[in-house]
């Protein structure tokens, strides 16, 4: 079986869609369906199901990622190593706000470093980050969690990273010297997503002081988050690295307050037995300042 119809199911997988991966991967959709057909015909088993719109393996389906995952693993590094190659795929999955505030010079110096290099970046949810980088679908992991993350997984802290309060320039709370829990009874908040981390932190702090949550709105995008809490609809708490360009220009200002349980930190997540090709150990030291 030629690697190739491997590597379509593996972006299939990934992807949820035929459409999405054959712009990926650079195909007709007919020769996407047309692989996926052949490898159901040679194991004898549908390898994806449809729920209305929706794409999902099947049973079997599963467990042959896991295998396909391994072997395309494998034979690349089997071709560094004997070819003594940098290019072939980094496959990163992290959450979105790493994505968007905190990796991008890291994934341009990678280029500078590999450009022949393939990086796929992959935003995710903290669960379904975890579950990938265990069986093997992410070479690595990024997120902001307690550390560590997850006891199977190796982590490695990179740094804290602290949760501020920020609020618009004319709050009342802006006015104060220090803002104490207890400023926070009549506050009308922007919350993420049920679910989100740091949310569940915050809920947890204030419901241990009796101290009631209003939220006015509960938005899934931090980008909306931002502008709303610019235009005065609420204040919102958030990962410092999310607003730190907002507030040194002035259209948001982050209140005067700090809680020891309201820090997270940033670590980076591998399998234990990961083979670590030359461009993984690479981006690892330009994480964690070793090169």
Known sequence: MDLTYFRTFREVARRKS??????????????????????????GVPLFE????????????????????QMLDLYDQSKEMIASQVSGTLTIGTINSLAAYYLPPYLHRMKQLYPALNIHLFPDSESSLISKVKDGDYDIGLLLDRFPADSFLDCTRVREEPLVLVAPPNHSLTQQTKVELADLHQTEFIVTEDGCIYRGMFEKLLKDHDIPLHIGFELGNLETIKHCVMNGLGVALLPQITVQSEVEVG?????????????????????????????????????????
């Open 18 to 43: 035929f459409t999405k991966a054959a712009e990926e991967l650079g195909y007709a959709q007919s020769s996407i369906t047309m692989q996926i057909q052949k490898l159901e015909r040679e194991y």
């Open 50 to 69: 449809r729920y209305g719109r929706q794409l999902r393996l099947t049973a079997p389906g599963e467990s042959l990622l896991k295998l396909v995952v």
């Open 251 to 291: 259209k948001l200002a982050q209140l005067p307050f700090s809680h020891a349980d309201l820090h997270m930190d940033l670590q980076l997540l591998l399998h234990p037995k990961k083979w670590m090709s030359q461009p993984l150990q690479s981006f690892i030291h330009l994480l964690t300042d070793q090169i």
